[in-house]
């Protein structure tokens, strides 16, 4: 196993010339945000945060977060503009834009270099007025705690996931942020340590830097409980999804067993598009927006359709979204089956109950094919099936009746100015780089969590 961290150091330690010039990008911006900062009185600070003030980056992987401290006074609509407003003068040779977290805030590109401006308020440790008052103390607690030797092990944790596909708070992965990866060295030492942990997680696990107890799983609902050192009533699990979870103790338990280095490499190649005859893919095209809005509305609208085709008795096996967050998005089902039978047998209660067998009939009689009383007294009613073709179904359901489908009110005008349905044999036509990675996420088998 040592070989392979020693590997593995290799492709997450930045060299002192990547370094160098992280730095440069660094000091320039944050003097140009500083010299913006004095147009605005209620200011009170600026200063780096997330893993380039940690130094816990990953080589060739780093992004720079600064955290505009505004008086505590300060009310939210003059917090959000004041965020908006420096970030954009600071930033105007830069292409600035706005991303959305609770609050705004203004992201831009510095010499190929990702550059997040967000404001906080100037608060006392636990007098919360915004979710970003924290990341400042997460900083300092961070580089108060930990060594040389703990930066490495971030590193080496935050690769492992990255390469499985879990790491990363926004809600395009919900995975395990780099806070979340520095907390989890801090409570098992080492990478191998958390791994090892990881390969023996239980459901609801606690996991604190104090000592904790069972009650606490009671104030959380989430796959994980990890407990904020610096915030013992907010849960860091709760953004993380089952799936990441699930994904990190498979993957753990594999590398445990036996180590390789392929768990820190990125995977390139093509995935299996062998099982696609029960796939569908919708793709249509969007104004682009901030993307941790369109992923929002894809996710939650995802989730719609997967009910409205279970509700019409398709049975989805899985299913995703992706976008390219350049105004092309698709959605992927995969189902047990496309074609459904014409007919449905409906099973309803004993003729001894009275009132249900009442309802079932009121429910049934007109629109049934036939009734008739089961040799275990139960009711039944043969039916035919509205929709027995999905595609049908989803063209219907996004031609006729998507304001009430329950996909997201942000992106009905986009489906609706056009979509198109590709399945079977028909989603081998497509090129697109977007819809075969999804196609291939959902008919293939996780390599890391099942090998």
């Given at each position: 196993?040592?070989?392979?961290?020693?590997?593995?150091?290799?492709?997450?330690?930045?060299?002192?010339?990547?370094?160098?010039?992280?730095d440069?990008?660094?000091?320039?911006?944050?003097?140009?945000?500083?010299?913006?900062?004095?147009?605005?009185?209620?200011v009170?600070?600026?200063?780096?945060?997330?893993?380039?003030?940690?130094?816990?980056?990953?080589?060739?992987?780093?992004?720079?977060?600064?955290f505009?401290?505004?008086?505590?006074?300060?009310d939210e609509?003059?917090?959000?503009?004041?965020?908006?407003?420096?970030?954009?003068?600071?930033?105007?040779?830069?292409?600035?834009?706005?991303?959305?977290?609770?609050?705004?805030?203004?992201?831009a590109?510095?010499?190929?270099?990702?550059?997040?401006?967000?404001?906080?308020?100037?608060?006392?440790?636990?007098?919360?007025?915004?979710?970003?008052?924290?990341?400042?103390?997460?900083?300092?607690?961070?580089?108060?705690?930990?060594?040389?030797?703990?930066?490495?092990?971030?590193r080496?944790?935050?690769?492992?996931?990255?390469?499985?596909?879990?790491?990363?708070?926004?809600?395009a992965?919900?995975?395990?942020s780099?806070?979340?990866?520095?907390?989890?060295?801090?409570?098992?030492?080492?990478?191998i340590?958390?791994?090892?942990?990881?390969?023996?997680?239980?459901?609801?696990?606690?996991?604190?830097?104090?000592?904790?107890?069972?009650?606490?799983?009671?104030?959380?609902?989430?796959?994980?409980?990890?407990?904020?050192?610096?915030?013992?009533?907010?849960?860091?699990?709760?953004?993380?999804?089952?799936?990441?979870?699930?994904?990190?103790?498979?993957?753990?338990r594999?590398?445990i067993i036996?180590?390789d280095?392929?768990?820190?490499?990125?995977?390139?190649?093509?995935?299996?598009?062998?099982?696609?005859?029960?796939?569908?893919?919708?793709?249509?095209?969007?104004?682009?927006?901030?993307?941790d809005?369109?992923?929002?509305?894809?996710?939650?609208?995802?989730?719609?359709?997967?009910?409205?085709?279970?509700?019409?008795?398709?049975?989805?096996?899985?299913?995703?979204?992706?976008?390219?967050?350049?105004?092309n998005?698709?959605?992927?089902?995969?189902?047990?089956?496309?074609?459904?039978?014409?007919?449905?047998?409906r099973?309803?209660?004993?003729?001894f109950?009275?009132?249900?067998?009442?309802?079932?009939?009121?429910?049934?009689?007109?629109?049934?094919?036939?009734?008739?009383?089961?040799?275990?007294?139960?009711l039944?009613?043969?039916?035919?099936?509205?929709?027995?073709?999905?595609?049908?179904?989803?063209?219907?359901?996004?031609?006729?009746?998507?304001?009430?489908?329950?996909?997201?009110a942000?992106?009905?005008?986009?489906?609706?100015?056009?979509?198109?349905?590709?399945?079977?044999?028909?989603?081998?036509?497509?090129?697109?780089?977007?819809?075969?990675?999804?196609?291939?996420?959902?008919?293939?088998?996780?390599?890391?969590?099942?090998?």
């Amino acid at each position: 196993m040592s070989d392979v961290l020693k590997q593995a150091l290799k492709l997450v330690k930045p060299t002192q010339k990547e370094i160098d010039f992280i730095d440069g990008v660094a000091n320039k911006v944050i003097v140009s945000i500083k010299e913006s900062s004095s147009k605005f009185n209620e200011v009170v600070d600026i200063i780096f945060g997330g893993s380039y003030a940690k130094f816990t980056w990953l080589k060739n992987d780093v992004d720079i977060d600064i955290f505009v401290k505004v008086r505590y006074g300060t009310d939210e609509k003059e917090f959000e503009k004041i965020g908006r407003d420096l970030g954009f003068h600071a930033f105007k040779k830069y292409k600035p834009y706005l991303r959305y977290s609770e609050h705004p805030y203004v992201e831009a590109f510095v010499d190929k270099i990702r550059i997040n401006v967000v404001p906080c308020y100037d608060v006392e440790r636990g007098n919360w007025k915004s979710a970003a008052d924290r990341s400042p103390f997460h900083t300092e607690f961070i580089k108060e705690s930990f060594d040389e030797e703990k930066r490495w092990e971030t590193r080496l944790l935050k690769k492992f996931m990255k390469t499985i596909g879990v790491y990363g708070a926004e809600i395009a992965t919900n995975g395990f942020s780099g806070y979340v990866c520095e907390v989890l060295i801090l409570k098992y030492g080492t990478c191998i340590g958390a791994l090892r942990a990881a390969a023996e997680f239980k459901e609801k696990q606690v996991i604190s830097l104090e000592s904790s107890n069972d009650d606490i799983a009671k104030l959380f609902n989430s796959a994980l409980i990890i407990i904020d050192p610096i915030d013992n009533r907010r849960n860091l699990g709760t953004a993380i999804s089952d799936e990441s979870v699930g994904r990190l103790i498979l993957a753990a338990r594999r590398f445990i067993i036996k180590p390789d280095i392929k768990f820190f490499k990125s995977v390139s190649g093509t995935k299996d598009h062998r099982f696609t005859d029960n796939v569908i893919l919708i793709k249509f095209n969007y104004n682009k927006r901030s993307p941790d809005i369109i992923w929002g509305q894809l996710k939650s609208s995802a989730t719609a359709i997967v009910k409205q085709l279970s509700i019409y008795g398709f049975r989805v096996i899985r299913y995703s979204t992706s976008t390219d967050e350049n105004g092309n998005a698709v959605f992927v089902f995969m189902l047990e089956s496309i074609l459904l039978q014409q007919m449905i047998i409906r099973q309803g209660p004993k003729v001894f109950d009275s009132n249900d067998s009442d309802r079932f009939l009121e429910k049934n009689i007109k629109k049934s094919n036939m009734i008739w009383i089961g040799d275990d007294t139960r009711l039944f009613a043969m039916l035919n099936n509205k929709f027995v073709d999905a595609i049908i179904f989803l063209n219907f359901l996004l031609s006729n009746n998507i304001s009430t489908s329950g996909i997201s009110a942000g992106l009905i005008n986009d489906i609706r100015k056009g979509y198109q349905i590709y399945s079977g044999n028909k989603l081998k036509s497509l090129k697109e780089v977007l819809a075969r990675e999804v196609i291939g996420e959902v008919v293939t088998t996780d390599q890391f969590a099942f090998g």
